[in-house]
């Protein structure tokens, strides 16, 4: 009797293993399917959907310094009115960046702001390319569509669509916008010029919020890909960093046969059992398929790893929580909006620059280009908006939503800039894009690679561009 016992205890063992690894060979094999998201629509305007037909047309648009927004008379004076009534905490000595922003640098950038930056000088060169706005799905999309100054005989531009993040902007693409529609004036290979589409993602700057709960990536790639055939093109290119790339993602996702191209430089891999390995160490990691380059950018594990997620990841799960309580503060408070956000082009930069008193903001941007985008959430009051895009993205839970299980068919690029919040290997990439045929290891650079290296991430874009024209 007790071996009977003991053998059925034994095969029902054997049965909850086989189980198990039946359900995990499941879980990461299931995915090769070529399967794409469902296109579906929306309406996320004011209100009830309207009768009839959207009004498709595409009007110019300028952004402004009229007494409505920002004029010396007005908006400027109630701006410095502000930053005269601000009211600074001491930072704790040679505490540098470790806490936040160092409130003794912050005050220089308030003087700056106060008595040097130019307002309406920033908003000719926010006008130097062509802005456009154009209602998708109820909201007015903006963006700018910056045409090459010339193609030579016989040439086609290849449109280009690319897409900010968090806390950026199209203003983040004003320096590579050149290097790929006029390549040959700035020293770089003219063999791909590009016609280049860079919106802003609904609730930021000027393309207007949502005003229903639910308006997600997905939403936006939607949007994004009708702003694409609006403009009459059938198959494009895509590129995008932080939002940018899980937006330019689900694009592939939604319309593989539109997109010819994925280009990224950040990637969120959340099915990947490759991640376990990590734990193994270093001197394993050269077993398990890791480049030399890898194990530099991935260990120690503790402090490159799981130590640099908990220190910058504390403001995602506020916004991806209660996006409006912090949003607040910010949208009343112009100094706190931009001690909040040029944090974030501190320690997502190097995050070494924690260490330094300035938090390196000035070693690889000007104050005039970080202002210039505090200010278009500022003047828009879009920050409140902008944040509510974690909640409805991550708010609802890991693999909460469908596109996370699925795989990206089209042919795809990925520059790993060294800096980046976290390093992704090439194999990491490769389980969510098995059409990688270019892996790049960027010399410098961090998470706003257009913002911070423009022709490294342009000469990189080219590469890949070439490799899929030549397929």
């Known amino acids: ?33 070529e399967e794409s998201l469902p296109l579906e629509d929306g ?27 920002i004029n010396v008379q007005l908006q400027v004076q109630d701006l410095h009115q502000r930053i005269d009534r601000i009211r600074l905490t001491p930072p704790l000595e040679n505490s540098r960046f470790h806490y936040g922003f160092n409130s003794n640098y912050l005050k220089k950038i308030l003087s700056y702001w ?44 290849k449109p280009l669509l ?56 997905v939403s936006t790639a939607r949007i994004f890909y009708k702003l ?18 899980l937006v330019c993602t689900n694009m592939a996702q939604l319309v593989p046969s539109h997109v010819k191209g994925l280009h990224l430089n950040m990637a969120l891999i959340l099915r990947n059992h490759y991640t376990l390995t990590l734990l193994l160490g270093r001197r394993i990691g050269g077993l398990l398929g890791y480049t030399e380059r890898d194990m530099e950018l991935l260990y120690p594990f503790k402090e490159k790893v799981f130590y640099s997620l908990m220190r910058e990841s504390g403001y995602m799960h506020i916004q ?20 909040y956000i040029l944090e974030k082009f501190s320690t997502w930069t190097n995050s ?52 996370e299980r699925l795989k990206v068919h089209v042919p795809t690029g990925f520059a790993a800039f060294p800096c980046e919040i976290m390093h992704v290997p090439e194999k990491w990439v490769r389980t969510k894009y098995p059409q990688l045929i270019s892996y790049s290891y960027m010399p410098r650079g961090g998470h706003f690679a257009a913002f ?20």
């Open 228 to 245: 694409m055939l609006r403009l009459g093109f059938q198959e494009f290119y895509i590129q995008g960093g932080d939002w940018g790339a």
């Open 1 to 33: 009797m007790k071996t009977v016992v003991f053998f059925g205890r034994a095969m029902l063992l054997e049965l909850l293993l086989a189980s198990v690894l039946g359900f995990v060979i499941y879980w990461f094999v299931s995915g090769d399917k």
């Open 452 to 471: 911070e290296e423009p022709e490294l991430l342009a000469r990189d874009i080219c590469k890949f561009v070439g490799l899929v024209e030549r397929q």
């Open 352 to 403: 070494e620059f924690r260490d330094l008193e300035d938090g390196g903001l000035e070693r690889k941007f000007s104050l005039q280009d970080l202002l210039t985008n505090i200010m278009i959430y500022w003047t828009t009051g879009s920050i409140v908006s902008s944040q509510r895009y974690y909640k409805e993205n991550l708010g609802q839970g890991f693999m909460a939503h469908k596109h």
């Open 114 to 157: 106060r008595h040097e930056f130019d307002w309406k000088k920033q908003v000719e060169i926010l006008n130097s390319y062509p802005h456009f706005k154009t209602k998708i799905e109820g909201l007015d999309i903006h963006f700018i569509h910056v045409k090459p100054p010339q193609v030579p005989p016989g040439r086609t531009p």
């Open 162 to 217: 690319m897409v900010h993040g968090w806390p950026g902007s199209f203003f983040e693409f004003y320096k590579i916008i050149p290097l790929l529609t006029d390549p040959k004036s700035h020293g770089l290979s003219d063999e791909h010029i590009f016609e280049v589409i860079c919106p802003s993602i609904p609730g930021y700057g000027f393309s207007q919020a949502s005003s229903k709960k639910g308006f997600n990536s």
């Open 320 to 339: 991806a929580t209660k996006p409006d309580s912090v949003g607040c503060a910010l949208n009343d408070s112009p100094v706190g909006l931009a001690a």
């Open 43 to 69: 309406w996320w305007g004011p209100g009830s959907r309207p009768v009839g037909l959207e009004d498709e047309s595409i009007r110019p648009f300028k952004v402004e310094t009229s007494d409505e927004e």
